[in-house]
């Protein structure tokens, strides 16, 4: 029971930095239908963002919370402003000019984009593991039975609490705001949405830099968790992240995170209770399983060919 | 309209342009060119070039400036005319009728010609020639699936993996046991890879139908991503099944291929030995490459073949409109799922080729770069165009080889001329392959027009 409640725990943070990248994929799809192969990377350039800034402000090692979280509170805007710029510049370069080419052809750009983000940060920041310092230390101990403990640490506390959080607000954004409207109408028919004045193009954008903006709340957090980051971080987690947006239904916003959720739950379960090699395979199958026999997920919508 | 305005104006904006991407640029870099994050011993630490930030803002500031001024002269500079369908070169539609042949010829004679006039390179020549020779073989095999058939597969690679550890698993472990066994004579073993090519071409045409069965009534992009996906479970299962594959440690001592039963060896009964010939380790070397330059040939001649097939025909239209295809009756399934096995199944003749070229396999050489290698040479060479592999291929493998010393840069450029290419010319940039069959004249609108929104 302790051992379940610790994986728990775990998974739910795990699930949480899945679902806000979710989020982004599961945007993109929405409004124009592509997978946008790069996000994952993007997820990646975010968490070396976030740990140079940290380095800049000279937080690591320091112990008065006031100042770190103030610092933290600055590491998050700053990673979420220059990985926007990215998410922006991906879209611009490789995915605005082929909006009316062949649906294939920006799943190939979007490759390249990977390819490029990829080896890009593994030039500039070296190839090798970047471990940083915990920042956040302490916790709570929730239970302590036969010498197995149960934590809760402050990191999982405000990992779980920030994605709730920005869950909230972004739901706010999408349902109340100017930008959440024309993102809907562009979802439901961009044709119709440009025609009766939705600039589509600025709203195709925007939904980038939002995804990114989010992937870079992810990118900090997983920084924050896992204080081990490398080039190659956002592949896995980006398939895994569009495992979650698929499962939870694609197109939709509580679908990511409970996809993400889900996702996070099953790795750590699975992990914990089978094997840590074929984590990944548990992940992979799902994404199989979940496409050929719940094509829409739980709470997507079932998809209309429009001849 | 760029004729129009006033050439000051237009200088004006390109320069506003210029100073905007460069802005944005310098965001971009800031973080990730300006600042190294560095291992010092007390923990990370911070290495500034500011002066590598200066040289990429100038770089993208030049360069969008140049652009603007002398590439796409709008009066509002931005991509719109960069990504419009670029003017085809009338003459490479032909490229393949006259290139063709006197590629094949020049293909036979390669060994000749670097036996003799390349002494000390020779070796270096006809292992990257076997090389290219391989990724030729694959990007056909690929070709099947991508180019005619339309089915964007990320995972090409684990057929490639099965093929290889089919050839590896039956040689090393399979026929010996049946040799112990009494149920095979110890001949079989100069013949394993006789016997294994075509087990591996049928284990992974029938993986393709395994993996394909339930995945090919998914769409486009989803259909990418699962394929994706299955190339790394694949890939992690060899890498754990330790008792099975050697897990990371991979196979080694994978028996040489024999000329048909004559073993490569010095001495008695060897190839030398058998033609009078001195021995010499290149034999089996050309005859490795003239072995897979055979079996590349045999992929591209069943692949214009099929191509002249209803089964081929079929191909061709649902890569253009699948929903049509149904309309007229075609089962969308089982053509996709001959695709995806036949692609799969020369996939796994270049595996086992591949193996016993090596004598050692592993892992590493099936990661999910591999696959997006050989989709790039399909894409770059044109979807569905024969020649246009072979170009792409030779290009590509021997830009690999020429830039060696920078291994790190090279993928990079790879991963910019993937993006650019498909930008300017989505159908391929050597030559594109139209289908075909059409009905009566074409018509005026392409078929990347035509395609709108489907693959």
Redesign the interface.
Known sequence: MEYFLQQLINGLTLGSIYGLIAIGYTMVYGIIGMINFAHGDIFMVSAFIGLIAIILLGIVGTTSVFVIILALLLVLVIAMVLTSAWGWTVERMAYRPLRTSFRLAPLITAIGMSIVLQNFVQITQGARVKPLQPIISGGYVLMEKDGFVVNLSNIQIIIVVVTVALMAAFSLIIALTPLGRAQRACEQDRKMAALVGVNVDRTISLTFVVGAALAAVAGVMYLLYYGVIDFYIGFVAGVKAFTAAVLGGIGSLPGAMLGGMLIGLIETFWSAYFTVEYKDVAAFSILAIVLIFLPSGLLGRPEVEKV | MAASQPAAERLTDSLKDAVVAAV?AL??F????G?????DVG????NFRWELLAAAVATVFAGRFLLNVFVWRTDKPV?RL??GPMPKIPGLDKLGVIAGPIMLIAAFMLPVISWNFFGQQNRYIMDLAILVMTYIMLGWGLNIVVGLA?L?D?GYVAFYAVGAYSYALLSTKFFPLMVELGYAGPGIMDWAFWVSLPLAGILAAFWGIILGF??L??R???L???T???G??IR??L??WYEFTGGPDGLSRIPRPSFFGIPFSRGEGGFADFFGLGYSPMHRIIFLFYLILILALITNFVTMRLRRLPIGRAWEALREDE?ACRALGINTRNTKLTAFAIGAMFGGFAGSFFATRQGFISPESFV??ES?LI??IV?LGGLGSQIGVVIAAVVMIGGFEIFRDLA??R??V??????SI??WR?RGLISSRNPSVYLKERKAVG???V?????
């Open positions: 944005i965001a971009l800031s973080g990730l060119i600042i190294r994050t560095t291992a923990g990370l630490g911070l991509t960069f990504s339309g964007l990320l339930p995945v009534r998914l486009g992009d989803y990418a991503i699962v994706l996906a299955f790394e479970i992690i299962v890498l754990n929903i999910f770069m997006a989709l790039a894409v790190e840069y993928m990079l790879f991963g910019l001329l993937m993006v498909m930008v989505p078929a990347e027009h395609a709108e929104g489907r693959g």
